[in-house]
């Protein structure tokens, strides 16, 4: 809700009154109690009609954000509650559309805020003017101006931690636009005495104490300085360090500042080797040393700090050691040197150090102006911002703070002059009858100070240029006798002095009755301090350095240059500057800033009444107030009057139709304003006593309450008349949408059972037509069945009846065929196909035959019996053909080798079938047998003679002859025979002589034994009883065992077709004469070679061993 508020008049949610105007009673206490409750209220500000009174509240006020500075922005003057940022915007908007330069001049006493408040102004006017990156960079400018000022120009002091030690004067100059251009700077007496002396609890210029706190350590070693403040005379001890000020941080943002301002490197650099060399000059000490002449002179203690200072700034150290012994005056082509004692050599290092700093800081001010002058020729807009040292009171007050006091005279005289001229035009202008008020004007004392004749300063200048001794004592006599009858001058030493008496004014000074009070000022220094001299020596010296810097501040050190004529005193310099700024603020729409210190403690909430009083008093603010109020208190144009009161008249409210004046007449005949209380100007409406305007605002806010309550009430009935007709509407809604519900239920309940009457009528419809349609189904179907049974039995019957008519015509048919057949087969017989495949197999079983029997032509195998190959068969059908042609193959060869043989062959070969036959696979000694031809005579009986006998012995034809073994039956032992086989007879003859010794026929050998063995061993077994049997049966052995028994068994089967018994057996009986002997053939060692052995067991076994 608060951001809501609309504030539309400073009368709005008023603490205490914002315009001082409009205080009632008027006078010193009510003024100072509504400072104080506004104070105490956090409003720092006050008016006195367009006049701000600000006081230092010494903290942070949340009341300059930039959303300030939005609301302040374009608005009218009274419309908001009092603020530095109303003045400001006014100033720029007047400045802006009305082509109107502006002053805005900022007045009050040391530590009230005035630095602060030119700030605030300078600030706000860069947020509300144009903007743009070349606009901006002029702001910046300007705005980082004022640190590196204050660095170089402000100090500590009882009454302000950062006091401004110098006046300055800033044009800030616009285009038509508005956009800000550029600046001047004007700076005015910069109390330089600061520099080598302080008073105790106060501090030198910021700058000293920041490069010792700020600089790195390698920037100090250049500078040749140590961070130790202790080791520098000129830096007062007590009070190096200021609470809550960050020296350091500041160095750095003053060296931004000066970046930003646009120093180059090696101009900031040389600032600061000045800013040394003046630091070092005061460490620089003097001892007296006694000359021949009896004078004392002074010489340098310790040359080191000079060797430093010399390096630093590039003088030749002998140069400026003989500047500090030695004073050369020049006068009329003649040039005396006088030595320096230790008091004058110290006054002339004082003297160096303030003049080599006070010119450092007008050649910044400079070097800053070149950087911010305007760049184009344009016509320029300027607003200028007056923060000037304020009127100062100290216990020892000197030079300066006179000059600094009459300064301030100046400007409350200005003002003085401004305010009242200004409120004159204003009654002009609206036609309003001017009455005369008393103020004090202070422009008596300005004359006691400035006037040409018998002014201070006048007087001061005729003693520094009067020849002879001068002295501050000489200075003050002459002021005794001058100024001895102003009504504003006191001292005691003037003879008609009203002072005689007075104890708390020394004999040493002279006091001053300014505006704001009576200040007493010591006359020592001011001569000096008005000279200001620099001895010539030192001048030159730093015109010799080769630091540019410090070269280009001495100018008049340039000996081409000697200029014999004293400069212009301090004084009158700056009464000549003072009075150009004032002629320039003349020129200017003036905009009043008036501070005010609230305590002298530098701290937040507290409000020293009496303090405040004394300002107020000096600062002629009551006067102020007074005037403004001459006659009428308060003033507004039409418009905004009668829009603020209109709701108290009728006529008026809500709406004046017509020309405003009009308006607010009607409205103040309406209220029987007495006459006498108001007065009609041309565009304002002035009114006499704050009393009245009170009761207006009473009435107005009366009234509005009243409206409010009137707004309240009907926005209540029409919020509740609203909300009942939207209750009601909604009901109806409601109501239509419920019925709606409802309807749409019921009808769903009857559709439902609608339709439930509706299925079960349905249904029951259905059920009866399919009863009847079932029925009439079933009656069709029984038809149809009837009728498919009689079609059926019908059918059947002539089925049947087809059938076997059918059956008949197929068997006749049938009958036919089979005749037709067998008579067409009959006739075609020889033509069907049977035959062919009968004929096929046949002749393809020819061919096969053929084939077979012409490859068996070629595959024949040899004509030997032995040979057992015979080809393949080709076809297993052939089988038994060809194992039968194998079989009479073989058999037909077998004859085919057979025709081959004799007749002699032919029995050689029946012979061998016949052993063949006896012996095969019976007696081992066969398959030996069969490769031997049968001889039959190995022995040729006829041709040997000795067998003769024997030849003729036996007259038939040999079988056999052949020498054999006879086995002794007594001992086993073999005895040679030869036997003989004839056609009858068997035949043993010895073999020596060849004599018969048995003969046995044939027919009476019964059996022939022998073994299976592979031996010649045979047995000849007799008939029993026959007369060759006597002797017993014969046991032979041969080697033709085999010949011998198949000849024996042929010739006996050819004489006595019996076949002979041929016994093989490994154990026969022989029989021996009686005995029956067995011969028993046993598996024989080798020992005999292949040869069996026979031996006589005992009288029943032979036993022969076979190998
Ligand atoms: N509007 C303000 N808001 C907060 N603090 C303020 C304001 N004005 C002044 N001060 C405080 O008061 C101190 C002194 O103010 P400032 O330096 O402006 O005084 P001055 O009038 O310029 O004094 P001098 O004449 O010695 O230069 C400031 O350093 C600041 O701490
Ligand atoms: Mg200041």
């Known amino acids: 809700m608060a951001k809501m508020e609309v504030k539309t008049s400073l009368l709005d949610d008023m603490i205490g009154v914002g315009d001082m105007v409009l205080l009632e009673p008027l006078n010193e206490d009510s003024f100072i109690n509504n400072l104080k409750k506004r104070f105490d209220h956090n409003e720092v500000y006050t008016y006195i009609g367009s006049v701000v009174i600000s006081i230092n509240p010494y903290r942070s006020l949340p009341i300059y954000t930039p959303e300030k500075v939005e609301e302040y922005r374009n608005r009218n003057f009274y419309e908001l509650s009092p603020h530095i940022f109303a003045l400001s915007d006014e100033a720029y908007r007047s400045l802006r559309d009305q082509d109107k330069d502006q002053c ?16 605030l102004v300078m600030s706000y006017v860069a947020a509300v003017c144009g903007k743009g990156a070349e606009v901006n960079q002029v702001k910046e400018q300007l705005l980082q101006s004022n640190p590196v000022l204050e660095a170089f120009g402000n100090a500590k002091t009882v009454r302000n931690d950062n006091s401004s030690r110098f006046g300055k004067y800033m044009d800030i100059e616009f285009d038509f636009k508005g956009d800000p251009l550029g600046g001047v700077i004007s700076n005015y007496l910069l109390e330089k005495s600061r520099v080598v002396k302080q008073p105790r609890g106060e501090r030198n210029f910021h700058i000293f104490y920041q490069i010792l706190s700020g600089a790195s350590e390698d920037f100090l070693c250049e500078l040749k300085l140590e961070r130790d403040f202790s080791r520098y005379n000129y830096l007062g001890l007590d009070s190096a360090k200021v609470n809550g000020v960050d020296d350091a941080a500041n160095f750095r943002t003053v060296r931004n500042a000066m970046q930003i301002v646009g120093f180059m490197d090696h101009e900031t650099q040389s600032v600061f080797e000045v800013v040394a060399a003046v630091l070092k000059l005061g460490n620089i000490e003097f001892k007296p040393e006694s000359r021949v002449n009896g004078l004392d002179e002074s010489k340098i203690k310790d040359k080191n700090e000079l060797k430093e200072i010399c390096e630093l700034t590039g003088i030749d150290q002998s140069v400026l050691e003989r500047a500090f012994s030695f004073r050369t005056v020049e006068a009329k082509q003649e040039k005396v ?9 110290y006054y002339a290092r004082d003297a160096l150090a303030k003049n080599l700093y006070s010119r450092l800081f007008s050649w910044l001010v400079t070097r800053i102006n070149e950087s911010i002058k305007a760049q184009t020729k344009v016509r320029k807009k300027v607003m200028g911002v007056l923060d000037i040292y304020g009127f100062e009171i100290f216990e020892d007050n ?22 009242l001229k200004e409120e004159q035009e204003e009654y002009i202008r609206e036609g309003i009858e001017w009455t005369h008020i008393e103020y004090f004007n202070n422009a008596i004392i300005c004359d006691l100070i400035e006037n040409n004749q018998t002014g201070i300063l006048a007087m001061l200048d005729e003693e520094c240029l009067r020849p002879g001794t001068v002295t501050d004592d000489t200075f003050l006599e002459k002021l005794n006798q001058v100024c001895a009858t102003h009504q504003h001058f006191e001292s005691r030493m003037s003879k008609c002095s009203r002072f005689l008496n007075d104890t708390t004014l020394p004999h040493s000074c002279f006091r001053i009755q300014h505006y704001a009070g009576k200040v007493m000022y010591q006359v020592e220094g001011f001569v000096d301090k008005n000279n200001d001299l620099l001895y010539r020596d030192l001048s030159q010296a730093m015109w010799k350095a080769s630091h540019t810097l410090i070269k280009a501040l001495f100018p ?26 004032m002629k320039n603020l003349q020129t200017k729409n003036p905009n009043y800033i008036r501070c005010i210190k609230p305590n002298d403690k530098k701290a937040a909430h507290i409000f020293n009444d009496a303090l405040v009083c004394h300002q107020i008093r000096y600062l002629g603010l009551l006067e102020n ?30 709406h004046w139709r017509g020309p405003a004046r009009a308006g607010v007449e009607v409205l103040f005949n309406e209220l029987e304003i007495p006459e006498e209380e108001f007065s009609f100007g041309r565009s304002k409406i002035f009114i006499r006593n704050p009393r009245t305007l009170f009761k207006l605002e009473d009435l107005r806010k009366q009234r509005l309450e009243d409206l409010a309550t009137l707004i309240e009430k009907i926005y209540r009935g029409w919020k509740c008349r609203t909300r009942f007709l939207l209750m009601k509407k909604s009901q109806i809604v409601i109501a ?61 019957r002539e089925l049947k009846r087809l059938k076997e008519e059918a059956r008949r015509k197929h068997a006749v048919a049938v009958i036919w065929a089979y005749w037709l057949g067998l008579k067409v087969r009959r006739e075609y017989r020889k033509f069907f196909r049977a035959n062919a495949g009968r004929k096929i197999y046949e002749f393809t079983l020819q061919r096969l035959m053929q084939k077979y029997f012409l490859e068996m032509k070629n595959k024949m195998p040899s004509l030997s019996p032995i040979d057992k190959n015979w080809p393949v068969r080709p076809y297993l059908f052939l089988d038994s053909t060809h194992k039968e042609l194998k079989r009479i193959f073989h058999l037909w060869r077998c004859k085919k080798y057979r025709d081959q043989f004799t007749d002699q062959q032919k029995l050689i070969y029946e012979e061998k079938l016949e052993a063949s036959e006896l012996f095969k696979d019976k007696k081992a000694l066969y398959p030996a047998s069969v490769g031997q031809p049968f001889q039959g005579a190995y022995l040729e009986i006829s041709k040997n003679p000795k067998y003769k006998k024997l030849k003729d012995a036996v007259d038939e034809k040999i079988i056999i002859a052949e020498v054999v073994n006879k086995i002794n039956r007594a001992n086993g032992k073999a005895t040679s025979r030869i036997f003989l086989l004839t056609k009858n007879n068997v035949l043993l003859a010895d073999q020596k002589s060849g004599n018969i010794k048995s003969e046995v026929p044939l027919g ?71 005995d029956k002997v067995c011969v028993k053939f046993i598996q024989g060692s080798q020992k005999n070679g292949n040869i069996p052995t026979c031996k006589r067991k005992n009288n029943r076994l032979l036993e022969v061993a076979v190998p």
């Open 104 to 119: 805005i001049l900022i007045t009050g006493e040391s530590g009230a805020g005035k630095t602060e408040a030119s700030k």
């Open 625 to 654: 107030v007074r005037v403004r109020r001459a006659g009428y208190a308060f003033r507004q144009a039409y418009e905004p009057c009668l829009e603020r009161y209109k709701m108290l008249c009728k006529q008026t409210w809500p």
């Open 1004 to 1074: 009476d050998v019964t059996k022939v034994s022998m073994s299976s063995q592979n031996d010649g061993f045979f047995a000849v077994h007799l008939k029993e009883g026959s007369g060759a049997a006597s002797k017993g049966d014969f046991l032979l052995s041969s080697d033709h065992l085999i010949e011998m028994a198949t000849k024996l068994y042929r010739t006996t089967l050819s004489q006595t077709k019996q076949k002979l018994n041929i016994e093989i057996s490994d154990e026969f009986l022989v029989q021996f004469r009686q």
């Open 556 to 581: 008049e050190g340039n000996p081409a240059k000697i200029n014999l004529k004293r400069p212009p005193t301090a004084g009158s310099q700056f009464k000549a500057s003072v009075a150009t700024l």
């Open 736 to 796: 239509s949408w419920y019925r709606r519900y409802a309807q749409q239920k019921k009808y769903q309940k009857i559709k439902s059972s609608a339709i439930v009457v509706q299925s079960y009528i349905r249904g029951w419809k259905a059920r009866k037509l399919l009863r009847e349609l079932k029925h009439q189904k079933r009656c069709n179907e029984a038809a149809t069945i009837i009728a498919a049974y009689w079609h059926g039995t019908q059918a059947r």
């Open 337 to 345: 040197s006088t030595t320096l004692n230790v008091a004058q050599a």
């Open 398 to 419: 000197s030079f300066e703070q006179f000059i600094i006091n009459y300064c301030n005279e100046k400007l409350q005289q200005i003002f003085i002059e401004l305010t």
